[in-house]
Protein backbone atom coordinates (compact mmCIF):
# COMPACT_ATOMS: atom_id res chain seq x y z
CA UNK A 1 0.00 0.00 0.00
CA UNK A 2 1.48 3.36 -1.01
CA UNK A 3 2.60 5.86 1.72
CA UNK A 4 1.83 9.52 1.32
CA UNK A 5 3.56 12.64 3.00
CA UNK A 6 2.52 16.27 2.70
CA UNK A 7 4.66 19.01 3.00
CA UNK A 8 4.20 23.17 2.13
CA UNK A 9 1.27 24.52 4.46
CA UNK A 10 1.65 27.53 6.34
CA UNK A 11 0.52 30.52 6.93
CA UNK A 12 -0.39 33.29 4.49
CA UNK A 13 -2.53 36.09 3.62
CA UNK A 14 -5.79 36.66 1.96
CA UNK A 15 -4.45 36.74 -1.63
CA UNK A 16 -1.51 34.62 -1.08
CA UNK A 17 -0.39 31.58 -2.84
CA UNK A 18 1.03 28.00 -1.74
CA UNK A 19 2.28 24.90 -3.11
CA UNK A 20 1.26 21.71 -1.10
CA UNK A 21 2.95 18.64 -2.26
CA UNK A 22 2.82 14.95 -1.43
CA UNK A 23 5.23 12.60 -2.37
CA UNK A 24 4.16 8.68 -2.46
CA UNK A 25 6.14 5.91 -1.67
CA UNK A 26 5.83 2.22 -1.42
CA UNK A 27 3.10 1.51 -4.56
CA UNK A 28 2.63 2.02 -8.12
CA UNK A 29 2.04 5.67 -8.09
CA UNK A 30 1.42 5.97 -11.79
CA UNK A 31 -0.92 3.45 -11.10
CA UNK A 32 -3.29 5.48 -8.52
CA UNK A 33 -5.34 8.57 -9.44
CA UNK A 34 -4.57 10.94 -6.76
CA UNK A 35 -7.04 13.56 -4.62
CA UNK A 36 -6.46 16.40 -2.34
CA UNK A 37 -8.87 16.85 0.22
CA UNK A 38 -9.70 19.19 3.32
CA UNK A 39 -11.26 19.36 6.53
CA UNK A 40 -11.79 23.20 8.53
CA UNK A 41 -12.33 23.06 12.05
CA UNK A 42 -15.57 21.57 13.33
CA UNK A 43 -16.31 20.77 9.28
CA UNK A 44 -16.46 17.30 7.71
CA UNK A 45 -13.45 16.56 5.36
CA UNK A 46 -14.43 17.52 1.91
CA UNK A 47 -12.84 16.78 -1.61
CA UNK A 48 -10.82 19.72 -3.08
CA UNK A 49 -9.13 18.78 -6.22
CA UNK A 50 -8.34 15.11 -8.37
CA UNK A 51 -5.81 14.57 -11.14
CA UNK A 52 -6.46 11.54 -13.16
CA UNK A 53 -3.25 8.28 -12.88
CA UNK A 54 -1.64 10.31 -16.37
CA UNK A 55 -2.76 14.04 -14.97
CA UNK A 56 -4.61 14.71 -17.76
CA UNK A 57 -8.03 14.42 -16.60
CA UNK A 58 -8.68 16.41 -13.51
CA UNK A 59 -11.86 17.71 -11.23
CA UNK A 60 -12.09 20.47 -8.95
CA UNK A 61 -14.40 21.40 -6.31
CA UNK A 62 -16.38 24.61 -6.86
CA UNK A 63 -14.72 26.34 -4.29
CA UNK A 64 -11.42 25.76 -5.93
CA UNK A 65 -11.83 26.24 -9.19
CA UNK A 66 -9.90 28.45 -10.92
CA UNK A 67 -8.29 29.58 -8.00
CA UNK A 68 -6.46 25.91 -7.34
CA UNK A 69 -4.61 23.79 -9.90
CA UNK A 70 -3.61 19.77 -9.27
CA UNK A 71 -0.19 18.66 -11.21
CA UNK A 72 1.13 14.99 -10.96
CA UNK A 73 4.87 14.03 -11.34
CA UNK A 74 4.64 10.41 -11.87
CA UNK A 75 9.00 10.31 -12.05
CA UNK A 76 8.56 11.85 -9.00
CA UNK A 77 5.80 10.04 -7.25
CA UNK A 78 4.47 13.41 -6.13
CA UNK A 79 1.11 15.00 -6.60
CA UNK A 80 0.86 18.53 -6.44
CA UNK A 81 -1.65 21.55 -5.19
CA UNK A 82 -0.81 25.32 -6.35
CA UNK A 83 -3.42 27.48 -4.33
CA UNK A 84 -3.34 31.03 -5.50
CA UNK A 85 -5.86 33.19 -4.53
CA UNK A 86 -6.24 32.25 -1.08
CA UNK A 87 -9.59 33.22 1.12
CA UNK A 88 -9.41 32.53 4.95
CA UNK A 89 -12.24 30.12 4.52
CA UNK A 90 -9.73 27.91 2.42
CA UNK A 91 -8.04 27.46 6.23
CA UNK A 92 -7.87 23.70 7.01
CA UNK A 93 -6.16 20.54 7.37
CA UNK A 94 -5.38 19.41 3.72
CA UNK A 95 -4.70 15.71 2.81
CA UNK A 96 -3.65 13.61 -0.34
CA UNK A 97 -4.73 10.70 -0.91
CA UNK A 98 -4.87 7.51 -3.59
CA UNK A 99 -7.75 6.25 -5.26
CA UNK A 100 -8.41 2.50 -5.56
CA UNK A 101 -11.81 2.89 -7.65
CA UNK A 102 -11.63 3.74 -10.96
CA UNK A 103 -13.81 6.60 -10.64
CA UNK A 104 -15.77 8.70 -7.90
CA UNK A 105 -14.52 11.16 -5.92
CA UNK A 106 -16.11 9.96 -2.34
CA UNK A 107 -13.66 9.66 1.06
CA UNK A 108 -14.96 5.79 0.39
CA UNK A 109 -12.95 5.74 -3.20
CA UNK A 110 -9.55 6.53 -1.36
CA UNK A 111 -7.27 3.65 0.33
CA UNK A 112 -4.74 5.78 1.53
CA UNK A 113 -4.31 8.93 2.85
CA UNK A 114 -1.50 11.23 4.22
CA UNK A 115 -1.18 12.80 7.97
CA UNK A 116 -2.56 15.94 6.65
CA UNK A 117 -0.73 19.90 6.49
CA UNK A 118 -2.25 22.77 8.12
CA UNK A 119 -2.91 25.29 5.67
CA UNK A 120 -3.59 29.10 7.41
CA UNK A 121 -5.13 32.25 5.53
CA UNK A 122 -5.30 35.41 7.58
CA UNK A 123 -7.51 37.69 6.88
Known amino acids: QVQLVESGGGLVQAGGSLRLSCAASGGTFSSYGMGWFRQAPGKEREFVAFASRSGQITSYADSVKGRFTISRDNAKSTVYLQMNGLKPEDTAVYYC????????????????WGQGTQVTVSS
Open 97 to 112: ASRITTSGLREADFHS
